[in-house]
């Protein structure tokens, strides 16, 4: 009978699930940490290969290394659990990260910038000025005021015919800043009209499915 361990190996990796063959940088592994506790949550499996292969952990100071991370190298310290798994004589780490509810975790890295990760699909991105303002917003729980002006209206009506833009297209073609542009992009999302699509290349924004403009 297979165990929960490679039923979870099974399902490759994924937006709340990634695989470590071994941990030897400990801000490398913050960056997971965060990325999952700004996302929805997820399970990092230390001593499993990218192809699912269990080759096991090589020492405890592995285990110190998780703790370190979360508790050196996150800001603020992301919260999680660990559970020791014994498959075939090997050891597969279980790391647990729920949703956090204090967002934006940031990893602090060597040169003393604070970076912040999202999870998508099955990798670790950078959050954008968008997405951070977004956070704030909610944070301050402020209202949106929504000024329906031409800027507003052409967002709206170019996504309903292109599917997608960029912050800087949408600078461009509506003649504004690109703090304007922002602000408009943070106002539509929290409204839930708007929604950003983020791609290792490039981030767009979409009309919500179901929103008709």
């Known amino acids: 009978m297979k165990n929960y361990i490679q039923n979870l190996i099974e399902q490759g990796e994924h937006q709340q699930l990634d695989f470590k063959f071994e941990i030897s940088d400990s801000r490398k592994i913050a960056r997971s940490l965060v990325a999952f506790a700004n996302t929805e949550g997820g399970k990092l499996l230390v001593g499993v290969k990218d192809n699912g292969n269990i080759a096991g952990v090589r020492s405890d100071e592995e285990k110190y290394m998780v703790e370190t991370a979360a508790r050196l190298y996150t800001s603020p310290p992301v919260k999680y659990s660990l559970k020791e798994w014994e498959i075939n004589k090997k050891t597969v780490l279980e790391v647990d990260i729920p949703k956090s509810t204090l967002l934006p975790h940031s990893v602090l890295e060597e040169d003393d910038s604070s970076l912040v990760y999202i999870r998508v699909r099955d990798q670790n991105l950078l959050a954008n000025s968008v997405l ?65 699509i983020f791609t290792e290349k490039e981030t767009f924004y979409r009309l919500k499915e179901g929103f008709n403009v």
């Open 132 to 196: 951070l303002k977004v956070w704030e917003a909610k944070k301050q729980d402020r209202g949106v005021i929504l000024k329906y002006s031409a800027h507003e209206r052409f967002l709206l009506k170019y996504l309903e015919l292109a599917g997608t833009i960029t912050l800087p297209a949408f600078c461009e073609m509506a003649k504004i800043s690109q703090e304007h542009a922002e602000s408009i992009l943070v106002d539509f999302i929290i409204l839930n009209i708007i929604e950003i």
